[in-house]
């Protein structure tokens, strides 16, 4: 994928995180943890899910779930689905 | 518009509290769970150990049923373990006894549902594994055609019995039921919706009695299942709405529950728990095992069934939840009753079961929602067991004491696996 579209993929999926999680774009870091760094509710982190494959239209496997902990898995995640 | 009523007027249960509503209610108002390490050996090698609610001593000659039946179902069975079609026999007996109805087996249009969400399947593995095993020991040479040969030659039978209609069959043929009848699987759900079909068929006039029942006996390969997605309580505590839920336990049990035409019970004179009111049902169609965070389709189940009932949501005095004891589900569940009732709701006061009975799959539902009923009959509210602390994210607040309070409004809820989201009113009759 061209890298300044994914870049722009990556601004709104922090954009997106941030409204849901309710943590400001400064203090989202790719390597923050959500649950484990910024105590957010695992439910939460699902609804990431949830939204990253309404927008994007992929699929995350439900054994996969639990691995996305942070934003840096996020983006790991789309860059191999949207390939 | 459809001016037939629908009550309740047979409830037969069996879990680890009890065998029967009496010995059962008096079991759960002593706390009794049944709660035990359940050890499984395969060829005499300990595989696992695992927290049950164990329904301890049951027989099923101590029911009443006619000899007969069973034996012609253990003709068919050729002598395989068939507990998981017992616990229903038995429960829908108990629950005939109670309501004082009998069927005539030669003239009668009664309908039944039954409800499980895989009747035999464990037992299958049981035999697949041996035949598998004692296959393969005995012939090292065997070709792959060879052992599929062999293999389905010796499981067709238990094969063929996995289908669902088949435990519908022998049910209805325990006790001559001979009406328009179904098998419903909802996961844990099924026993709302059972109710509601049910309800369904009194109200179109096809019938004045539907006969419902419920069970599950998991042991090993459901609790591994649960175990492997991280689900299991390790300790055996059940712990809904907790900060440190830590999963759910199996539980052993069945349940049978008789709806009935209102002007058909009245004039019997039958003892009417409550009216069924209405329920709501909203398919999620996201996951199967993970519930949709943001997804509002769980509160829209709750405030369809309080709009099917024609009531408002404050006329709710107690609201029984699925309490699955899983952090991320426990948040789903009591996010959706927020939704409908407010953050912090005063009313309706919320408990669950699943602490005395443990998780019983697809009978849950039903098995639960016969607790409900027998607190709402007995003006009693059953506190949700070993939670000391309600997660503070939950935004709800749960009873931890036994109240003795008169009840006339309650809710049952339910959000299964792969999104079946469900709840149902019941109303207490105005004498």
């Known amino acids: ?38 105590g957010v509710d695992s439910m939460m982190a699902i609804e990431i899910v949830a939204s990253i494959e309404k927008k994007y239209k992929v699929i995350v496997p439900e054994g996969d779930i639990p691995k996305i902990q942070s934003l840096k898995d996020v983006y790991a995640l789309l860059e191999k689905k949207l390939k | 518009m459809n001016k037939k009523r629908v009550v309740i007027t047979g409830i037969g249960p069996l879990a680890s509290p009890g065998i029967g509503k009496d010995k059962f209610w008096q079991g759960l108002l002593q706390g009794k769970t049944g709660l035990k390490l359940e050890e499984c050996f395969i060829g005499g090698e300990l595989w ?32 395989e373990e068939v507990t998981d079609l017992y616990f229903l026999i038995a429960a829908l007996k108990l629950a005939l006894d109670d309501s004082g109805l009998t069927v005539d087996p030669d003239d009668n249009t009664m309908s039944c549902i039954v409800t499980h969400e895989n009747p035999g399947l464990e037992q299958y593995f049981n035999k697949i594994i041996d035949i598998a095993y004692d296959v393969l020991k005995n012939n090292k040479d065997i070709s792959k055609k060879g052992f599929a040969e062999e293999l389905h030659r010796r499981s067709i039978k238990s094969s063929f019995d996995l289908q669902t209609f088949m435990a519908l069959f022998h ?14 699987n909802n996961a844990c759900a099924s026993g709302i919706y059972s109710i509601e079909t049910a309800s369904q068929i009194i109200k179109c006039g096809r019938n004045d009695v539907v006969v419902l029942v419920a069970a599950d006996c998991p042991r090993i390969y459901k609790y591994l299942w649960f175990r492997d997605l991280n689900m299991y309580a390790k300790d055996g505590k059940m712990k809904p709405f907790a900060k440190d839920a830590n999963g759910f336990v199996l539980g052993d049990g069945a349940v049978g529950i008789v709806l009935e ?138 009873v931890k004491e036994k109240v003795n309070k008169k009840l006339r409004t309650v809710l049952k809820t339910c959000c299964a696996f792969a999104g079946f989201n469900a709840a149902a009113v019941f109303r207490k009759i105005d004498s």
Not at chain 2, 52 to 75: A, C, P, R, T, W
Not at chain 2, 171 to 184: D, E, N, P, R
């Open chain 2, 48 to 79: 696992e150990k695992f927290y049950l609610h164990k329904l301890e001593n049951f027989d099923i000659n101590k029911f009443g049923l006619d000899e007969n039946s069973l034996d012609q179902m253990k003709v068919w069975k050729e002598g």
């Open chain 2, 171 to 184: 049910v209805m043929k325990a006790f001559g039921i001979h009406g328009y009848s179904l098998y419903t």
């Open chain 2, 261 to 398: 035409d209102f002007e058909h019970a009245r004039k019997r004179n039958a003892k009417i728990y409550a009216e069924y009111l209405g329920g709501g049902f909203s398919q999620e169609g996201w996951k199967v095992t993970v519930p949709m965070a943001g997804s509002d389709s769980y509160p829209k189940a709750i405030k369809e069934a309080l709009q099917f009932s024609g009531i408002e949501k404050d006329e709710i005095d107690l609201a029984c939840l699925h309490g699955a004891s899983n952090l991320g589900i426990d948040r789903y569940e009591a996010k959706a009753l927020t939704d409908v009732f407010g953050e912090n709701p005063q009313k309706p006061l919320i408990t669950t079961f699943k602490p005395y009975i443990g998780h019983n799959l697809g009978g849950s539902a039903l098995l639960e929602t016969a607790i409900l009923l027998l607190c709402l009959d007995n003006n009693v509210i059953l506190p949700v067991l070993n939670t000391k602390e309600v997660a503070p994210k939950t935004k709800i607040d749960i």
């Open chain 1, 1 to 38: 994928m061209d890298k300044v579209k994914f870049d722009e993929i990556k601004k709104e999926v922090k954009k997106k995180v941030s409204e849901i999680i309710e943590i400001s774009e400064d203090k989202l870091t790719e390597e923050v943890k959500f649950v484990e760094d910024l």
